[in-house]
């Protein structure tokens, strides 16, 4: 995975339910920068908002009223506001039909007392916990308290001489076309269920993290991001890796590659884990107890400059290389067997082929439950390691030393600069010219088999 970018939502995503952020949350990203890939939010909050965070969280920048006022801690990248005619038809609009509205500037949004207080802590805390079943009617009731207690600003007018970059009007979901159709040259999107997000036209929170790409040198396709409403679908469905939090709407989940858990169920955290984004620091690297994975280990270590220390899956492609490298080992297998007889070889390949048929029809038949892949991954690749060491127990063999001899075999693949390097069609790894002289193993192996035949006979 090329991820250099990880934007967050706010509400719903990074904040849980009574708006803070999870301890674990906040050492993941940690590690992220850590590994040096770029983290930002993406939001439909404004920039006084978030500026708090940005200190907390070290952003490299913000994507704030859905994409129209972008900032990094050293420099606003853009101000998109909406134009004033717009501006005011929608204010004219919002007195004549009663609407609750307010304005976003630089400095935050003003306006509408319910808005704001739907904005607070304690009104977020409230909407999560009232029972679906009855919170419509509570809701009305409190938001009609709150209008009278807090009214909303009389000077509207003035707001909108200055830029404005976002307005947010109450409207329900349904209401939605109509107002497309009203004011049909600004844009609109929603971050919750009760009122609209207005932004200049054609904007939006994935052409802003485009243009951050295009100043910080990374594309879409190298943007992994987290979202739970309308206003991220856009975004999910344009990142290389868009991630729904499992309070996200169904909406939200189908445009995601990826649905992880609740934004208070450490969501961001499980999804990092399962696309093996968190790189554990080498001081809590666990060390298996099998040593011999320990040196396939130290090999990849040096053949990929980096480990899963985190468990997931193999994706198909992944799977299908590893089947691919497996099976050429055991077709060399039938050759050994066959002592280089091309008719026998030959009889032994075909009756392997069969036996691939065979088993595609058992596995097919069973119509088998995978949809725990990691585990299914595991059971197979297990079954065929103790599957090897069977063999070894039908032939006698301990592998222990063989195992060691293959092991500085292919540490020897190591070329002079450190690396590894590969054959771009096959993708396997190369031999430096000496290996074949300084390390291939077979008069090693050779010379170990007849040690332990001695031994055995010896003993017999």
């Known amino acids: 995975m090329d991820v ?22 906040k050492k993941a990203i940690l590690n992220l920068r850590q590994q040096g890939i770029l983290i930002g939010v993406a939001t439909g909050r404004g920039p006084s ?3 708090n965070l940005m200190d907390d969280l070290k952003l490299d920048f913000a994507v704030t009223y859905n994409g129209q006022y972008i900032f990094t801690p050293e420099e606003v990248i853009r101000k998109e506001p909406i134009d004033k005619t717009s501006l005011r038809e929608i204010l004219s609009y919002s007195l004549s039909n009663h609407r609750e509205v307010s304005f976003g500037g630089a ?7 319910l808005i704001k207080f739907g904005e607070t802590r304690v009104a977020q805390f409230v909407n999560h916990m009232l029972p679906k079943g009855f919170s419509r009617g509570v809701k009305g009731t409190f938001q009609n308290f709150v209008r009278r207690v807090i009214p909303q600003k009389k000077d509207l007018n003035r707001l909108i001489e200055e830029p404005i970059y976002q307005v947010v009007m109450v409207a329900t979901r349904n209401e939605t076309e109509k107002l497309k159709e009203r004011f049909p040259n600004v844009s609109f999107t929603r971050s919750n269920p009760y009122s609209v997000d207005i932004i200049a036209k054609d904007g ?5 993290i485009k243009l951050l790409g295009e100043k910080y ?7 992994m991001a987290f979202g739970d409403n309308d206003n991220d679908i856009k975004m999910l469905r344009e990142v290389g890796w868009g991630v729904a939090m499992g309070n996200s709407s169904s909406r939200v989940k189908e445009e995601a590659v990826y ?12 999804a990092l884990d399962h696309f093996g984004l968190l790189k554990a620091d080498r001081g809590d690297s666990l060390k298996s107890k099998d040593e011999n ?3 396939v280990k130290k090999f990849h270590e040096f053949m990929d400059g980096s480990l899963q220390e985190v468990p997931k899956v193999l994706s198909a492609e992944e799977a299908s290389n590893r089947a691919d490298f497996q099976l050429e080992e055991l077709v060399e297998l039938l050759y050994a067997a066959s002592k280089g007889n091309q008719e026998e070889f030959t009889m032994l390949v075909q009756k392997m082929k069969k036996d691939i048929d065979k088993a595609y029809d058992k596995i097919t038949s069973k119509e088998k439950d995978v949809s725990d892949t990691m585990t299914n991954e595991v059971d197979a690749l297990v079954d065929s390691l103790y599957l090897t060491y069977g063999s070894f127990v039908l032939m006698g063999i301990d592998p222990a030393e063989v195992f060691n001899l293959v092991h500085q075999a292919n540490m020897g693949k ?3 600069d450190g690396k590894a390097h590969f054959d771009p069609q096959t993708h396997k790894i190369l031999k430096p010219d000496n290996w074949e002289d300084d390390y291939a193993p077979e008069d090693r192996i050779k010379e170990e088999l007849e040690r332990q035949i001695n031994i055995a006979l010896g003993k017999a």
């Open 4 to 25: 250099r970018a990880v934007f967050f939502d706010l509400d719903g995503t990074l904040f849980t339910t009574t708006r803070n952020i999870l301890p674990s949350t």
């Open 204 to 208: 939006s929170k994935v052409s802003g």
């Open 414 to 416: 190591i070329f002079p």
């Open 259 to 270: 649905v992880t858990s609740s934004n208070n169920q450490d969501g961001i955290v499980k």
């Open 217 to 223: 040198s990374f594309g879409l396709e190298n943007v």
């Open 293 to 295: 994975f320990e040196k």
């Open 107 to 113: 400095n935050g949004m003003s306006g509408s007392s």
């Open 49 to 51: 908002f978030v500026k």
